[in-house]
Structure formats: structure tokens, C-alpha cells
């Protein structure tokens, strides 16, 4: 059973500040990562993907891949109360067929 | 409008009565997933289509069933619902494997 680790949360953090979510994955054949937002009692919605190593910004978000390290990260900047949702991070395995998620990370933004 | 559906979107039922949960997208996907969502596991991938009459199995398929007659339609079928069935369950697609995946709005079940 490959494996997808989040950041163990609760997750606070002050309003403007930046938010940083961390994600390990065990299986070295994975070739596309996602985070995706869900608020409470919502399905999972899209926030940015990413396939090769290095940074992706769109917009206030910037997704980091160290494919070396297995390692995925998602930053927040100018985190707003509107981003206080729980965040998933996603892999794919099986040659893309599977799509495995982290228990995922419950981000608060305080005013 | 570009969307996934599942119904019902709510369901109350009793242990061993056979239930579909019906799941549709208009966005011309070729695969199709689906996930259920329970406290602290997260989501687990039950059964996937990579295309029509193409399906396997994912990490939690026992005691489901899956078919894929039409493009759009991958209904989640439990023959003998259980308690430990009781979730939050998610159809999603994409229009390759690997690629994003579109969530519906969920179904939740209650197996008594």
C-alpha cells in the first residue's frame, strides 16, 4: 500500500500571513500531484497541480516539488479567512490509473 | 453547465437491503472513480474506469460493485450494505487517467 503523509493538523494561522502544507509520498513512480481545498461538508474542489520539480504559482498559491525528496508542498500567501478549509493532497500511482490521498490538513485563518 | 451528479444525495437504509448510488458526468471523461471519505482515513479510491466496460478494482472495493455501459454513467453498486459502509461517498472524473479529477457533491449513507 503506497503512501501519502500530510502534516498533522489543526493548522492556525493570522490572517496575512503565509500557510505552508507539507506532503511526503512513498511511491517514486508517481507522476502527477494535486491539492485540492474542501470546505466542510463540500467535495473536493481543485487548487493546483503539478508535475515536474520546482515551484507553480497561480495567484496567491505556490505548489513546490522535490521529486528527489517526495516531498509536495502548498504556500498560501496573504491568507485570507476564505481559505480556512481542509486541504488534500493527492498522487497518482499505478501508472496514473490510482489517485491517493493524504488524511489531509485542516487549515484556520485568523483574523 | 460542465458537472458531475450523484444521486440520491442522501441515504437512510437498513443492513442487507441492495442500493445504487448513480453517478453522471456531461464533460465527455473517459475516467471515472469512485472515493469514500470517512473521519481520519480520508479518501480511499474504491473502484476506477479507465473508459467504457474497462473497470478495477482500487484500494477499499470490497463489498462493492462498479459497471461502465455508458461513458457517462459509473454506478456504485452494494449488493448487502453493512454498517461499517456508513460514509461520505464521492464520484469524481477526468478526461484521462492522471489528469484532474471533477468531484460530485457527495452522497451520504447511512447503513443501520
Known amino acids: 500500500q503506497k503512501e501519502v503523509e500530510q502534516n498533522s493538523g489543526p493548522l492556525s494561522v493570522p490572517e496575512g500571513a503565509i500557510a505552508s502544507l507539507n506532503c511526503t509520498y512513498s511511491?517514486?513512480?508517481?507522476?502527477?500531484f494535486f491539492w485540492y481545498r474542501q470546505y466542510s461538508g463540500k467535495s473536493p474542489e481543485l487548487i493546483m497541480f503539478?508535475?515536474?520539480?520546482g515551484d507553480k504559482e497561480d495567484g496567491r498559491f505556490t505548489a513546490q516539488l522535490n521529486k528527489a525528496s517526495q516531498y509536495v508542498s502548498l504556500l498560501i500567501r496573504d491568507s485570507q479567512p476564505s481559505d480556512s478549509a481542509t486541504y488534500l493532497c493527492?498522487?497518482?500511482?499505478?501508472?496514473?490509473?490510482?489517485?491517493?490521498f493524504g488524511q489531509g490538513t485542516r487549515l484556520t485563518i485568523n483574523p | 453547465e460542465a458537472q458531475v451528479t450523484q444521486n440520491p444525495r442522501y441515504l437512510i437504509t437498513v443492513t442487507g437491503k441492495k442500493l445504487t448510488v448513480t453517478c453522471s458526468q456531461n464533460?465527455?471523461?473517459?475516467?471515472m472513480s469512485w472515493y469514500r471519505q470517512d473521519p481520519g482515513l480520508g479518501l480511499r479510491q474504491i473502484y476506477y474506469?479507465?473508459?467504457?466496460?474497462?473497470?478495477d478494482k482500487g484500494d477499499v472495493p470490497e463489498g462493492y460493485k462498479v459497471s461502465r455501459k455508458e461513458k457517462r454513467n459509473f454506478p456504485l453498486i452494494l449488493e448487502s450494505p453493512s454498517p461499517n459502509q456508513t460514509s461520505l461517498y464521492f464520484c469524481?472524473?477526468?478526461?484521462?487517467?492522471?489528469?484532474?479529477?471533477?468531484f460530485g457533491p457527495g452522497t451520504r449513507l447511512t447503513v443501520l
Open positions: 469524481a472524473s477526468s478526461f484521462v487517467a492522471g489528469d484532474t479529477q471533477y
Open positions: 511511491d517514486r513512480g508517481s507522476q502527477s
Open positions: 503539478i508535475y515536474s520539480n
Open positions: 493527492a498522487v497518482t500511482e499505478g501508472g496514473a490509473q490510482k489517485l491517493v
Open positions: 464533460m465527455n471523461h473517459e475516467y
Open positions: 474506469s479507465m473508459n467504457v466496460e474497462v473497470t
